[in-house]
């Protein structure tokens, strides 16, 4: 029997989810434990395996889109097994955001239907797909394929643009292009008739009408395609040359590309239509065409006009990229301006001497196999000041304020997509080796994406440290549902007044965000005296 295998919650505060990369495709056999995909949740990419065996019999959510937790992810059963019935029950799940979807899929599920019973043999009606779990209309940006060209299962028919992004829309069906309903440039609803597919030299006639008296396209589209047509027949020839502003590529060779610093402009593409695809990248060499070519008007100008007086015109070109927001990207976004807009922040700063903590750290780290930062003497400081302070480590909720005897310190940590913060579990009852050892693992490990959702989850209270990159003070927002967040800036060599004597000494910057709901100005300011006196004297902190 089929099974429905729905988009996991792998994170705590995962709602929705981006299917990176598929591992494996419909018809593959799959094996329990075998690993389905790499899914991007708001903390990490992480795998995602099949606690069911079978054969992958539907893929509900293709690579790079994005869904809620629960969408129709796949669907594994036996070879061969009917799923329309599975299929069909989740239609109203996906239209779920729209208060008249059911309706709406009714009316399309019935025009197709009706056209279906009338298709000749082998032809196949393609609509326009929804390509996102928002998206109700999309627009073709290109078409790949002409009418009268002939189509393989797997070819990439179409560009077209979701609310989301330029996706590639591929054929499931080989046979030749009969008829294209949607031109380039305009939009239509998901379901509307996007082409005909079918053996060379059928009759279509009426198929199309027919579909548009059934509801899934506006009446005006025949009339609109006919007087487009002509530009639609040159549109293969513009993408090849790239004259149109368009770059055809495909979706790896685009990130290779990325990673390259590569312009596809520069490439010439060695697929279908000009299309450019990873073996172009690869072997593309930078050549100084583009630079003679943009002197000589220039040259031109300057010859023309011997009287007119040299102006200096910096040769160069507008270049902007574009960047897709991953989906660690819009939660961080989505998150940190629910916190600064909600809570309402401030911040007290400290400056400490770090004089006696320096040397602390060198007789520290002179015993063997063991290596303490700054910020790891912070960390300890702060967890013990947690203790004194418990009002610090809080939770605001709209009846109550949670008050969180045990200590769980996040660490900001910067990755390549953002920023995660590990969670130091119990950080009170840790040594500073202990610290500095668990702060280099779940450092090293949210680099490389390794983390799992557990090691991110819990924190208390939150300590961000850009000393390092030579920033001397900062303020940071809350990590909600923390009350209160530490900045930490870098150690600087200044003069210093001690006993009445200018010397050289060393300081830092601390800052301390507090939600005012939870901490009141004095509370937060016992606090930083307290870690204060631990930071310039790390002896207390063994006491």
């Known amino acids: 029997m089929a099974i429905k295998v729905t988009m996991p919650r792998l994170s705590d505060t995962m709602t929705e989810g981006t299917v990176a990369t598929w591992l494996k495709k419909v018809g593959d056999k799959i094996s329990e434990g075998d690993i389905l995909a790499e899914i991007e949740t708001d903390k990490a990419t992480m795998e995602f395996e099949s606690f069911n065996e079978g054969t992958l019999l539907h893929i509900g959510i293709q690579a790079g889109e994005t869904a809620p937790v629960d969408s129709l992810l796949a669907i594994i059963g036996k070879e061969g097994e009917d799923i329309s019935a599975l299929l069909a029950g989740d239609a109203p799940v996906a239209e779920a955001p729209k208060a008249d979807a059911p309706s709406a899929e009714a009316k399309t599920e019935a025009a197709p239907s009706k056209a279906a019973a009338e298709l000749p043999k082998g032809v196949v009606v393609v609509t326009m797909p929804r390509l996102s779990d928002t998206m109700t209309e999309g627009t073709v940006a290109t078409w790949l394929k002409k009418v009268g060209d002939a189509v393989a299962e797997g070819d990439i028919l179409a560009e077209i643009e979701t609310d989301k992004a330029t996706m590639e829309f591929e054929s499931f069906n080989a046979g030749t292009l009969l008829y294209i309903g949607i031109q380039e440039g305009s939009t239509a609803p998901v379901d509307s008739l996007l082409a005909i597919i079918g053996p060379a030299g059928t009759d279509i006639s009426g198929i199309a009408e027919n579909y548009t008296a059934g509801g899934a396209a506006p009446a005006s589209a025949p009339a609109e395609e006919t007087k487009t047509a002509p530009a639609a027949e040159k549109a293969p020839e513009a993408v090849a040359d790239n004259s149109n502003g368009r770059v055809l590529a495909s979706p790896l060779a685009k990130k290779i590309a990325s990673d390259k610093g590569i312009q596809l402009s520069q490439v010439k593409g060695s697929g279908e239509n000009g299309r450019i695809v990873k073996s172009d990248i690869e072997n593309f060499t930078p050549s100084a065409q583009g630079q003679a070519t943009t002197s000589a ?158 090691e991110m989850e819990g924190s208390t209270f939150t300590v961000s440290n850009l000393g390092m990159f030579g920033i001397t003070e900062f303020n940071s927002i809350i990590n909600q549902p923390n009350s209160a967040i530490l900045s930490v800036g870098a150690i600087v060599e200044k003069p210093v007044v001690k006993n009445g004597q200018i010397v050289v000494g060393n300081t830092m910057m601390l800052s301390l965000a507090c939600d005012h709901r939870t901490i009141d100005g004095a509370t937060g300011a016992q606090f930083l005296q307290t870690l204060k006196q631990y930071i310039e004297s790390p002896v207390t902190m063994l006491a």
């Open 297 to 454: 008007p220039a040259a031109k100008q300057e010859a023309s006009a011997p009287a007119a007086p040299k102006v200096f015109v910096p040769a160069g070109e507008v270049y902007t990229e574009e960047i897709k927001n991953s989906q660690m990207r819009k939660i961080i976004a989505k998150r940190l301006a629910e916190s600064l807009f909600t809570a309402p922040h401030y911040n007290l700063v400290i400056e400490v001497s770090m004089d006696e903590a320096m040397g602390a750290r060198a007789t520290i780290n002179t015993v063997p196999d063991t290596k303490v930062s700054f910020n790891d003497m912070v960390i300890k400081a702060c967890a013990l000041a947690l203790k004194k302070h418990p009002k610090i480590n809080s939770q605001w909720k709209e009846d109550a304020i949670i008050i969180n005897h045990h200590v769980n310190i996040g660490v900001a940590v910067a990755v390549e997509d953002g920023l995660v913060v590990p969670v130091l579990k119990f950080t009170d009852a840790m040594s500073l080796s202990q610290i500095g050892s668990a702060v280099r693992d779940l450092a090293g490990r949210a680099k490389n994406k390794k983390l799992g959702p557990q």
